[in-house]
């Protein structure tokens, strides 16, 4: 039997993930799945687990030599048992970035078929919605009988999140050609929206009320826990640090970032101490957004300025522009700050910051510029739409898919807008230590919740003493930690790695290091674990020496 080569075994392994997460590949342009919802019972999770398992092998034995897409294949192989051993499906039930029954309400309204099979095939989604629901309702009971139970806090969020969608007028009003429009609506009326209403109802008669309280949100409180949270740190952060060290890791930045705060805050509020500027931070009504039109025009103005500045540190930029948009009405209330979605590559669909501006009285003006660079330009955007032109990889190594390299990247170009000039007062200087802060912490606060035994009331104690964000978006990070076990370690975690990367060129090459030709070396191989990324600078240092 012939051996398969890395690239076949790239593409198995996309074609693995589009089925783990059909909704995702149509976004990002992967076909063969356009029909499908995620098919979440048992028998096809181990139907994924065991395809997971032989690439996996397959890449291992490999004698191919692309070892780099080998050694991806071998990352995403193992990244989707971990999903799959997770069983989060069964106990995640309220955050719209991972929840399963949230995350098909937040993505499938945001779908814009073009075409006719395109058409057909989103109709047939919404036409398995009920399928869809209903394997989620039985997963919950499974986990319940199982003793793997949602927080109760969390239940009483996806109730509410289900609610706030099911009373919009037209939630999927995707234009649609011929008679499709139309029936659509009535696959929504009689199909759709019936079995939401179902599935609501087992939340609110099954689930609720025999969920872990608020004392108990960690993994560590489920059986085999403390595993799954390991594995999904790994997963996250493709570093085989543990629990432990990220926490003590996150405890020591949040105590190095005090003289930048007393420095800074010095110039901008004549303030001597960094305690003394985070409470100025979090306490000054003039610091926060007066409505939310004014929150979307700042960041479509920053957004514009690192576009025109971004030439002179990048060799390259991305075809697809960046825009700004509100955060959906539906899931605002308990969505983070602000998220990215990538654009179509067929050119469809431009990439797309999202900006949170539910109760934007509440939310921090000065991190607004920071957040900016993060999720849009030359943050997420470039990193994504980059990727997808790298038409010469598999492209198992163009998809957003590796945590850590995607906010380790968007997470260093916040430090590197301000070497770029791209800030615009000191007050905005301070909203970047600020989002540092944030980061910092949630190495502590993560770890603490599913790894160390932390009530949610410790874990906003925390959060409250050590950062200057706002009270809504304390309770709204908080909830997103307990239920996204693991991710919010990789934005420090590969932040301090390409900065790592970075320092160690800098002092290989000398006079010879050049930014622009950096940027181009760790944009230019794709979404990669971080010791891949490593191995790609090494050897470009030594081919440069």
């Given at each position: ?21 059909p ?8 076909p063969?799945?356009?029909q ?32 780099l ?13 971990a ?12 955050d ?33 919605v ?21 927080v ?33 609506d ?7 929206r ?40 790994r ?28 420095e800074?805050?010095?110039?901008e ?16 009504p ?7 039109e ?9 957004i ?39 654009p ?13 501006t ?28 980059i990727?997808?032109e790298?038409?010469?990889?598999p ?46 912490a949630?190495?502590?606060?993560d ?11 410790q ?34 975690v ?22 622009k ?22 050897e ?6």
């Open positions: 039997m012939t051996e398969p080569s890395a690239a076949a075994l790239a593409d198995d392994m996309v074609d693995a993930i589009a089925a783990e997460m909704v995702e590949a149509t976004f990002v342009g992967l063969g799945h356009d499908e919802l995620p098919d979440l019972s048992p028998e096809a999770r181990k139907r994924l687990r065991d395809r997971a398992v032989r690439i996996g092998e397959q890449a291992a034995a490999s004698t191919d030599l692309d070892r897409t080998l050694a991806v294949v071998a990352h995403q192989a193992d990244a989707l048992l999903r799959v051993d997770a069983r989060t499906e069964e106990f995640v039930v309220a719209p970035l991972m929840s399963e029954g949230a995350k098909l309400l937040a993505m499938l309204p945001q779908l814009e078929p073009s075409g006719d099979r395109a058409e057909e095939d989103y109709l047939a989604r919404l036409a398995a009920p399928a869809f629901y209903g394997t989620l309702a039985d997963r919950h009971r499974n986990g319940l009988a199982a003793g793997r139970a949602p109760d806090r969390m239940t009483a969020n996806a109730i509410g999140f289900v609610d706030r969608f099911l009373a919009q007028d037209a939630p999927f009003g995707a234009p649609l050609t011929g008679d499709r429009a139309a029936r659509r009535r696959i929504v009326a009689e199909q759709v019936p079995a939401l209403a179902r599935y609501r109802d087992v939340l609110e008669s099954e689930v609720r009320g025999r969920g872990r309280d608020d004392d108990h949100p960690g993994l560590c409180h489920l059986d085999g826990g403390e595993e799954v949270y390991r594995r999904l740190a997963m996250h952060t493709t570093t085989d640090l543990t629990p432990q060290q990220l926490h003590d890791t996150g405890r020591e930045l949040i105590a190095k970032l005090a003289d930048e705060y007393a800074l805050g010095g110039r509020f004549g303030l001597g101490t960094a305690a003394e500027v985070q409470d100025r931070l979090r306490t000054d003039a610091l926060r957004w007066d409505n939310a004014e929150l979307l025009d700042s960041a479509r103005a920053v514009a300025r690192a576009t025109a500045a971004a030439p002179g540190w990048f060799r390259r930029t991305p075809r697809a522009d960046c825009v700004v948009k509100p955060v959906p009405d539906a899931d605002a209330p308990i969505a983070a700050t602000a998220y990215y979605m990538p179509a590559p067929d050119g469809s669909r431009p990439g797309t910051y999202f900006a949170n539910y109760r934007a009285q509440t939310r921090d003006r000065f991190t607004s510029e920071a957040t900016a660079f993060h999720e849009g330009v030359p943050g997420h955007h470039f990193q994504n739409a990727a997808q790298l038409s010469d990889l492209v198992l190594r163009t998809l957003p898919l590796t945590t850590s390299y995607g906010e380790g990247w968007a997470l260093y170009t916040e430090r590197l807008a301000q070497e770029m000039g791209l800030y615009s007062s000191d007050l905005m200087l301070l909203g970047m230590l600020a989002c540092d802060s944030v980061r910092a949630r190495l502590v606060v770890t603490g919740l599913h790894a160390l035994g932390w009530t949610r009331q874990c906003v104690d925390y959060l409250r003493a050590n950062t200057v964000m706002p009270e809504t978006e304390i309770q709204q990070e908080t909830d997103r930690y307990i239920e996204c076990p693991g991710q919010a370690l990789a934005y420090m590969g932040r301090l790695e390409i900065q790592r990367l970075r320092r160690f060129a800098e002092q290989e090459l000398g006079a010879a290091f050049d930014i030709d950096f940027h181009d070396v760790v944009l230019g191989g794709g979404e990669l674990p971080l010791s891949v990324l490593a191995d790609i600078v090494e470009w240092v030594a081919g440069r020496g």
